[in-house]
């Protein structure tokens, strides 16, 4: 099970036997290599007081089987790194079958050119264009004093991931580093929008991503304000020794749990190495408020409201997806949280409910929706995910067989009574949603089967009611829509044989949660 506060303490229990390289090693030809190239936050810096993490990174390999190159240097951009020659002298290096890891962004917001008047920054000239996009400004460079045609941020990471390509190595993109800048009790979860950048052009590439700002940030949100500063001595930008060591294992702990362009970086492990726990859930891909500023509505539930990594696979889509392209994006974040194959009980004991906490502030919403599986056994080898079925406070103890510990599982009803009782001591609103139908017909009635007193559905109705929360009453709502429609036209609403919907059909839910959403929000402004 992966627990966030577990993860933290075994990260950390690693950091303080991973040092930094006296002096950069020269490179044994016969192995293979992992470059970094990337800014000051991941360069050899020579001060305590300011070290990049892919220096200690070399700690958690062994030198005798594989070479760990840094190439990352301070006060560069994506830009820079290129048009000073930094990219030239690391592409001169490599070969097939090393491996470079990207991480650009912290200095790709700077000014294109001269810096504004009066401004007391040094002369750079080393901003790239915001955005993915193919977009270009010529410029005389102030710095060279040479003419120069400026390109987006895309435009010059794209050039980096087609020339390790090129010559047969694997490109990793990195998000960036944490800067120790916290707003009412949390930490900044990334600089701009570099992180969503990053993410996008690894999905388009097939890439690699290792989220190392979400890592970060979750230790940093875990352990708290006044521990994480100590990570920190010169400024809010650039770690110790110490926060190199966190960010170096977590860059490791990011690898190790890649599936989209992993590589088995296993034969290369030292000891050390060996012991840093994997990101098991980086693969997911799941998403963060886009805007801090913004309200947001955090869903938490199950693969039918965000299916895999809530791209589509398989022609399967949750209905959280959709329902982020129906609302306002300026109006308000959609942050879906939901994980397959998990219940109400089982998102709280892996630890995503915690995380999902570290993103809510007063003011936000939290729509839940679980309950189809929840009737799964309380205990097996395979899931041990079930919930007692009832509205009530029973309890019973049971040995976990995936965890080999006794575990007290509670009821569906309490399980989402803690949710609504710890989204509202963060003062946020819960909202309770019951489970979305499947594709079975009442033999009875011909209809879109509802389930009786004693389903998932009518509890979340009763702990609602009883809770004095709203709920968004989707099994009803969602079963009426179908009803209306043939079986064949019910056929097109679903990608699977009955439980999870295609894109038409997310986007048929959706529609109503925003609808509904919209309704009870109006009416809490009201409140």
């Given amino acids: 099970m992966f627990s966030s506060r577990l993860f933290c303490c075994l990260v950390l229990g690693f950091v303080a036997t991973a040092r930094a390289q006296e002096s950069a090693p ?3 030809p016969d192995l293979p290599t992992i470059f970094i190239a990337g800014d000051s936050t991941a360069a050899r810096n020579g001060n305590p007081d300011i070290q990049g993490w892919a220096e ?26 290129i048009t000073e020659g930094h990219w030239a002298k690391l592409l001169a290096e490599l070969k097939a079958g090393d491996v470079v890891l990207i991480q650009f962004g912290h200095n790709d ?74 707003k009412a009790g949390k ?12 993410r996008t052009l690894a999905a388009e590439a097939e890439l690699g991503f290792v989220d190392l700002t979400r890592l970060a940030a979750d230790v940093y949100q875990e352990l708290g304000e006044p521990a994480s500063k100590t990570f920190y001595t010169a400024d809010y930008v650039h770690t110790n020794d110490e926060g190199a060591r966190l960010h170096a294992a977590l860059v490791l702990s990011g690898l190790k749990g890649l599936r989209r362009g992993a590589v088995d970086v296993t034969p290369w492990l030292s000891r050390t190495g060996t012991g840093v726990p994997k990101d098991s859930i980086g693969w997911l891909n799941l998403p963060e408020p886009a805007d801090p500023d913004l309200l947001s509505i ?21 209905w959280g997806e959709p329902l982020a392209e129906i609302l306002d994006a300026t109006e308000v974040n959609v942050v879906n949280r939901a994980i397959g194959g998990l219940s109400s009980r089982t998102f709280l004991t892996q630890g995503h409910w915690s995380r999902a906490k570290m993103l809510l502030k ?10 189809h599986n929840d009737a799964a056994p309380l205990t097996d080898a395979r899931r041990a995910r079930g919930t007692m079925r009832t509205a009530g406070h029973e309890t019973q103890a049971v040995y976990n067989l995936l965890t080999h510990e006794t575990e007290v599982v509670h009821t569906y009803g309490d399980y989402l009574r ?30 879109i089967s509802r389930g009786g007193p004693d389903s998932y559905a009518a509890i979340a109705r009763q702990v609602a009611a009883e809770e004095g929360v709203p ?31 295609s894109r038409l059909g997310a986007e048929l839910t959706a529609a109503i949660v925003a609808e509904a959403w919209r309704e009870i929000a109006a009416h809490a402004h009201e409140d």
């Fill in 56 to 81: 200690p990174f070399a700690a958690f390999f062994d030198d005798s089987a594989v070479n760990v190159a840094n190439r990352a240097r301070g006060g560069r951009s994506s830009r820079t790194f």
């Fill in 362 to 371: 007063p003011g936000d919403w939290v729509l839940m929706q679980f309950g």
């Fill in 471 to 501: 709920v968004i009453d989707l099994n009803a709502l969602v079963a009426g829509r179908y009803d209306a429609l043939s079986h064949e036209e019910v056929d097109t609403l679903f990608g699977d044989a009955h439980t999870h919907t």
């Fill in 187 to 198: 930490v900044e979860r990334g600089s701009g929008r570099y992180r969503d950048w990053l």
């Fill in 298 to 318: 955090v869903l938490i539930g199950d693969s039918t409201v965000r299916n895999g990594g809530g791209d589509g696979g398989g022609g399967q889509w949750g």
């Fill in 109 to 182: 917001g700077g000014a294109i050119n001269r810096e504004p008047e009066g401004s007391s920054r040094p002369l750079r000239a080393r901003g790239s264009l915001p955005g993915l996009g193919d977009e270009t400004e010529a410029i005389d460079n102030a710095v060279t004093g040479k003419p120069e045609v400026v390109r987006t941020f895309g435009a010059y990471v794209r050039e980096m991931i087609a020339d390790v390509h090129a010559r047969e190595a694997t490109p990793i993109l990195v998000s960036l580093t944490i800067r120790d800048i916290w």
């Fill in 26 to 28: 020269v490179l044994n």
């Fill in 418 to 447: 803690r949710y609504i009782k710890e989204t509202r001591e963060l003062g946020a609103h819960p909202v309770v949603c019951t489970p979305v139908p499947r594709k079975k017909w009442d033999d009875a009635t011909g209809l």
